[in-house]
């Protein structure tokens, strides 16, 4: 039984190793990169750091508009579909490769297997909404993380083929925890952490601005790993970096450098979705900068809060302390495994 999966974007190497490790003796596997991340330190380093294997199509996509890439992508996986013939195509989560291996999948009449289905944030503006309510709509497997994501079907009428199995991003965790894999603490001084890439909070400089200003104003020092497309527009924009003395920006972590960061750090301010799952598995204090999260649950719990238009109100937010973290949020970290077997008895 063969079974192409279609990764592209950082998020997406993450959620791979669980599912790859989860596959071995019981599915044959056959990988396509697309190509959208392509530096080293939002791609490869992923597959050396976590050993993965490499994968057996890597498309040179790049960066483009958002028709463009998308079709790009369409156009190469089709032909490696086409030569592959799988029982199946697993899709993770939200980016336009996600939407890119669904489609093509969809017209050549393939078994769809999404991973992290159901998730809403219910702005349309976001590229990612658009990408998950298509992809959900045309796969025939669902795998859902939480019960509220599960809803969310239901409520557009996809009933057939959802399972809740938990995040599969909590696996990752759990093996991290299991294996010891945090390392030391960066540095001595007590810090917030930060990353932000999100096009309504970096594409506009005079909102770009607002928001370094902000974080340079923080009562601890702030590390901000800087994202590709942050990196470029502050360049475009001519915001020097050196004029934000309470800011240190370093390059974008590797995966177990990232979760070393977010550890030792007194909070995470992030505009990323896995992020604020990772902050509330690590008992860290999270602040999303955006007007909703698809990520619910961790704000109902008291764990992430969310600002957008004052961002003065991070220094109480990101400050206070809560005393009951719930432990099974998103699963019990056995994702995989769970939706191995559910393809499995499907193809
Ligand atoms: C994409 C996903 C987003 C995910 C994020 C994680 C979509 C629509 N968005 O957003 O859901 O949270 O990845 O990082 O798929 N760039 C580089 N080098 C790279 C990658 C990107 O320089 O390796 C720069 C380019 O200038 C590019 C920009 O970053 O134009 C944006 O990259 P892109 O993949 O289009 O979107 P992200 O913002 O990374």
Known sequence: MKIITIIGARPQFIKHFPFEKACEG???????????????????????????KKPDYTLSTGSGNHGEQTASMMVEIEKIVL??????????????????????????HIPIFHIEAGLRSFN?????????????????????????????????????GVYVIGDIMKDLIKYVKEKDLIGVRPIQESYYYVTLHRPYNTDDRERLKYILENLNDLSSKVIMALHPRT????????????QFSNISFIEPQSYFHNLTYLTFSDGLITDSGGMQKEAYWLNKNCITIRTETEWIETVTLGGNVLVFDDLTLIQNAIDKSIENWDSNLYGDGNAATQIVNKIVGYV
Do not use: C, W
């Open 83 to 108: 030569l592959e013939q799988p029982n199946g195509i697993v899709v993770y989560g939200d980016t336009n490769s996600t939407l890119a291996g669904a489609l093509v999948a969809s017209k050549l």
């Open 124 to 160: 349309k503006k976001m590229p990612e909404e658009v990408n998950r309510i298509l992809t959900d709509h045309i796969s025939d497997l669902l795998f859902t993380p939480s019960e509220a994501a599960k809803l969310n079907l239901t409520n557009e009428g996809i009933t057939k």
């Open 26 to 52: 019981r599915l044959e596997l056959k990988t396509i990169h697309t190509g959208q991340h392509y530096d080293a330190n939002m791609s490869e380093i992923f597959f050396d750091q976590l050993g993965m």
């Open 231 to 242: 990196k470029n527009l502050m360049e475009k924009y001519s915001i020097d970096l050196n």
